[in-house]
């Protein structure tokens, strides 16, 4: 299948020495909607900088359309949408100029899909941005990165403190654009109720590295959360060397182990290792799951 | 079409599509032969990934739940009077597994559990009799 997006060992480290992406590789088939998932800090916002050739990998390589976007930027980004939290736009312009100038910059621009999303989000177009609210901003920022019919759209956290109306809103044109132009999505987010909602598969980064890269249907299907009693020889260590374990987090009375097996194959798993029988396995939601995962290894 | 999301369930969202138009079905909500919402509009409505519904649609289809029509939209499927007192009972029995497990952890002998079973359903009889 074809690749739109590739990262290959991925290192990223800034200034002082601080890694951020130590060997980050996955990659995006054509039509895929993809969720990156990862703490604060995990390095979400500094892969998909790179993705979009604003920042630089220290080695390994990032191929998009399979070019390098710093050596071919304006081919990448002209088949590129973007949308960032803090994107900054031109306080002093109306949304009417915002608009035109990304209509200039894209051959593929299409107008009536501006026009449309610009009634749904109810735009005025004589608004001057500076007088925009956060979410209006960040609608008027998804038109310009929407438009333009992309065949990649990188959506850096584009919900974060937006209300559950405009969070749908986002959902809904991302749909909309993978539905009628058959793009591609890679975004991030801690809204895990979207994920699940829109994402196909998911890749979440934790210590630098990809943790986990499954589709949400494996993901949702083929793991479970044990909440195994506290006892005589049942430690961290003992549950971690269990094969399929992915990660245990200690509590008051009980440690809650990450297992990629099925409740029952787990529950046979923890009985015949530990000698613990009738443990309580579940299948979990993203949110639950995502905590198990990276919340309890720091 | 009558199908409600929650991403906040454990179930992976393709079942909970199947579940509902399984039930549906049983319930004599969808008839055979009504026709079912494409992918894209259903996955517009529900703000779901399409390739989710896809999913939930060919795994029906490949039950026989639902048929495709070449260039046409889905529709439920003919079911003998057979098939459908089956899958109402397939529904049930979905419905109940939960309940034998409660049942279990609380230690409810098995004739207690049923003549409180027996119990709800009467109540809830009468209650239906004496609204009309």
């Known amino acids: 299948m074809k690749k739109l997006l ?34 604060n800090g995990a390095g979400k916002t500094t892969l998909i900088r790179i993705a979009m050739g604003m920042l630089e990998a220290q080695s390994g390589s990032v191929r998009v359309f399979g070019m390098d976007p710093r050596e071919c930027p304006v081919d990448v980004k002209r088949r590129v949408g973007y949308v ?26 299409d107008e009536e899909m501006a026009r449309d999303l610009a009634s749904t989000f109810s735009l005025s177009p004589e608004a001057k941005i500076s007088k925009l609210s956060k979410g209006q901003a960040r609608r008027v920022a998804l038109v310009c990165a929407a438009a333009h019919r992309p065949e990649l759209l990188l959506l850096d956290e584009p919900a974060g403190g937006l209300d559950p109306a405009a969070r749908r809103e986002f959902l809904e044109t991302s749909i909309r654009l993978l539905n009628e132009a058959g793009t591609t999505i890679l975004f991030s987010s ?41 006892g005589d020889g049942v430690t961290k260590q003992r549950l971690l060397g269990i094969e399929g374990c992915l990660g245990v987090r200690e509590r008051t009375d009980a440690l809650h182990a990450v297992f990629a097996l099925s409740p029952e194959r787990s529950a046979a798993a923890i009985a015949t290792e530990l000698d613990v029988s009738n443990v309580n396995c579940r299948q979990v939601a993203l949110e639950e799951m995502f905590i198990e995962l990276v919340g309890g290894q720091s | 079409m009558l199908i409600v999301v929650d991403p906040q369930s454990g179930v992976p969202i393709y079942r909970q599509l199947m579940d509902q138009i399984r039930f549906h079905i049983a319930s004599g909500l969808l008839r055979p032969g009504d026709e079912l919402p494409s992918t894209r ?67 409810v002998p098995r004739e207690e559990a049923l003549a409180v079973f027996g119990e709800m359903l009467r109540d809830e009889e009468n209650d239906t009799e004496e609204e009309r």
């Open chain 1, 6 to 39: 590739e990262f290959d060992g991925v290192h990223r480290a800034y200034d002082r020495g601080v890694d951020v992406l130590h060997g980050v590789t996955f990659s995006l088939n054509a039509k895929e909607i993809v969720g990156l998932l990862g703490v």
């Open chain 1, 84 to 109: 960032s939290e803090d994107q900054i736009l031109p306080p002093f312009l109306r949304v009417r100029d915002i608009i035109d100038i990304h209509r200039g910059l894209f051959p593929t621009w």
């Open chain 1, 190 to 230: 801690h809204y895990m109720q979207d994920v699940e909602r829109v994402a196909e598969r998911v890749v979440m980064l934790h210590d630098g590295e990809v943790l986990i890269d499954r589709s949400l249907d494996d993901l949702r299907e083929g793991h479970c959360v044990a909440l195994v009693p506290a």
């Open chain 2, 41 to 107: 509009s259903l996955s517009a409505e529900l703000g779901v990934n399409p390739m989710t519904i896809s999913k939930a649609y060919s795994f029906l289809e490949r039950d026989a739940v639902i048929e495709r029509r070449p260039g046409r939209p889905l529709i439920v499927a003919e079911l003998a009077a057979g098939e459908m007192r089956e899958e109402k009972m397939d529904q049930l029995r979905e419905t109940l597994a939960p309940s034998v497990t409660v049942i279990r952890q609380l230690g």
